[in-house]
């Protein structure tokens, strides 16, 4: 697959899957890491499927593979154990080249730490993503009015600091910009759509 992927110019990022156990030390990562880029491969990321590492654990491992190999090291946890954002925080003080991280509105949970926490953290100091918390701020509240639509603005699956927009008409400028160009027609069939889903989850219930 890695020769593959070269032979037709596109980037090879190859994966190392994180787990914990007897022989999972950083001797392990290392020597896989460094076959990973003699087989080719252009990047590596760390796959934390199950939200395993802990941040200093994550910090030692990502100092350690940078000084493994040269090429660019990703991390991609999961906030399942509630410690993705102090993970990600600590790789990215042992050099770690890219986090994923996910909106606010669909971010924590089981999913990726928020990228409005993080950028805002980030700000001013050697690690500035140099992106705009205002613009970040329209996308949130464009998927939190998404979110709670499509899961029927329920509590126990809404996240707390998801965005609350009540009026029809807040809730077609969040959508959509209020600029006009997207007609009630469209609107409606946004609305139907929700409620589709919303009659589902309900159905679900019973």
């Known amino acids: 697959a890695i020769k593959a992927t070269r032979k037709e110019g596109g980037h090879v990022q190859a994966a190392i899957s994180y787990t914990t156990g007897p022989v999972y030390d950083?001797?392990?990562?290392t020597t896989y890491a460094k076959q990973l880029e003699e087989m080719g491969a252009d990047s590596i990321c760390i796959k934390d499927m199950a939200g395993l590492l802990l941040p200093y654990t994550t910090y030692d491992l990502v100092k350690a593979l940078k000084e493994t190999v040269k090429i660019p090291i990703q991390l991609h946890t999961h906030y399942t154990a509630g410690v993705a954002s102090m993970t990600t925080m600590k790789?990215?003080?042992?050099?770690?080249?890219v986090v994923d991280t996910c909106l606010s509105p669909l971010g924590c949970g089981t999913s990726q730490p928020a990228t409005e926490s993080l950028v805002a953290t980030l700000a001013g100091t050697e690690y500035d993503t140099?992106?705009?918390l205002n613009l970040l701020a329209k996308l949130a509240d464009y998927f939190g009015v998404t979110t709670d639509y499509l899961l029927g603005q329920s509590e126990d699956k809404v996240p707390a600091?998801?965005?609350r927009v009540i009026s029809d008409e807040e809730i077609k400028f969040a959508l959509f910009g209020g600029d006009g160009e997207i007609t009630d027609a469209m609107y409606d069939e946004v609305k139907q759509f929700a409620a589709f889903i919303k009659q589902r989850e309900a159905g679900k219930k019973e």
């Not at 950083?26 to 990562?29: A, C, E, G």
């Not at 790789?91 to 080249?97: K, P």
Request: no cysteine; net charge negative.
């Open 130 to 132: 140099g992106l705009d």
């Open 26 to 29: 950083l001797n392990y990562y």
């Open 91 to 97: 790789a990215i003080e042992a050099g770690v080249d």
């Open 161 to 163: 600091d998801t965005p």
